[in-house]
């Protein structure tokens, strides 16, 4: 069983300021990586993955991550974060070739930028 | 990116009344649904894997009586929330995948309340 700890539930920044969110996971098989972010009443949107390659995933609106499979953590990172960034965010892993590719979500972090 | 969506947005009910939900994959075709459930500030809970054709697999806690879930085809999938009561009033998060190892898509939600 797979196990995804989210270490912040909020994380408050000023805005053009850097941002690290935390992601700690539990598997005892390997794993596929995601991050999430959900704006208020609304689904899920794919900020990135890690499926496996380079452990340096850059994907949208400016957000990397880096998968460290050692430290069994895969923090997502913005060098300069903006207003509209504000968002809950979730990590969450899969199981690698498993049967279902179900999803086990991290408990979120809500960012909130200042102005 | 594929597209989810989900209908309703948002539902207000009759405690005892059913609800239901359906989630549609538009341009691709989902052999495998997923349905979550979310509390306000809390994580997305997986509520069952919906399959094409055969039933549905629960997780534990589900009562799989009181939640029917239906994949009739490969591009819809049905939750009905039988005999609704207010402690089910929550959002209802539907993703499709296209297959293993990759990203899942996720309806935009719906917001569920119980009267």
């Known amino acids: 069983a797979q196990s995804v700890t989210q270490l912040d539930s909020q994380v408050p920044v000023f805005e053009e300021a850097p941002v690290e969110l935390r992601c700690n996971y539990s598997s005892s098989v390997s794993v596929y990586l995601f991050w999430y972010v959900q704006y208020p009443n609304q689904g899920l949107q794919l900020l990135l993955k890690?499926?496996?390659?380079?452990?340096l995933v850059k994907g949208i609106n400016g957000f990397e991550a880096e998968f460290n499979k050692s430290q069994t953590s895969f923090h997502l990172r913005k060098p300069s974060v903006h207003i509209s960034d504000t968002a809950e965010y979730f990590c969450a892993v899969s199981e690698r070739g498993g049967n279902t590719g179900k999803l086990i979500f991290g408990q979120g972090t809500t960012l909130q930028v200042k102005p | 990116g594929a597209v989810v969506s989900q209908h309703p947005s948002w539902v207000i009910c009759k405690s005892g009344t059913s609800v239901k939900i359906e989630c549609r994959s538009l341009?691709?075709?989902?052999?495998?649904m997923f349905w979550y459930r979310q509390f306000p500030k809390q994580s997305l809970m997986l509520m069952a894997t919906?399959?094409?054709?055969?039933?549905?697999?629960?997780e534990q806690g589900v009562e799989k009586d009181k939640f029917l879930i239906n994949h009739a085809s490969l591009t819809l999938s049905t939750l009905t929330v039988t005999s609704a009561h207010p402690e089910d009033s929550s959002f209802y998060i539907c993703?499709?995948?296209?297959?293993?190892?990759?990203?899942?898509?996720f309806g935009q939600g719906t917001r569920l309340t119980v009267v």
């Open positions: 890690y499926l496996s390659g380079s452990t």
């Open positions: 341009d691709f075709q989902a052999t495998t």
């Open positions: 919906s399959n094409e054709g055969s039933k549905a697999t629960y």
């Open positions: 993703s499709a995948r296209l297959g293993r190892g990759t990203e899942a898509f």
